[in-house]
């Protein structure tokens, strides 16, 4: 069995983003360097269309479709129970939030930048609770 791994790529979002860029690029550029891993690729039901998500297709990947939210307390519970069910090995997040009590493989997280906690002037119209969970 080949070693497998979880990329989370919920961030690819209905519109273009900067994490979206990321991550189309990032995907196809392991999925073809690493022809003897098996990737397992989270995504949202409706990426957007200009990244043509849609279209990635090689023998070691497998897509998994979730309307869990990113930056949702569920994904805490979702995701280390989605990589238990699949056996994989690593967790790659794309953003800062990744689930706090992983326990079944390393995860990898990507921080982009840290502008919430840098200037949280700016984002004073963010409710407490979001404040809060963005902290944590």
Sequence with gaps: ???AILLDARLILE???GIGQYLTALVPALVEAAPDIHF???R???PWPGYN???WEAPNLTWH???VPHMHPRQHVYLPALARRLNVKLLH???FDAPVYWRPAPVIATMYDVKYLAYPEFFAAKS???NVYMRF
């Design 53 to 55: 998500v849609e279209t």
């Design 128 to 130: 407490v609770v979001k």
């Design 15 to 17: 519109k273009p983003t």
């Design 1 to 3: 069995m080949k070693t």
């Design 93 to 95: 997040y794309p953003h």
């Design 44 to 46: 949202r039901p409706h």
């Design 65 to 67: 479709i979730s309307d």
């Design 40 to 42: 397992h690729l989270l």
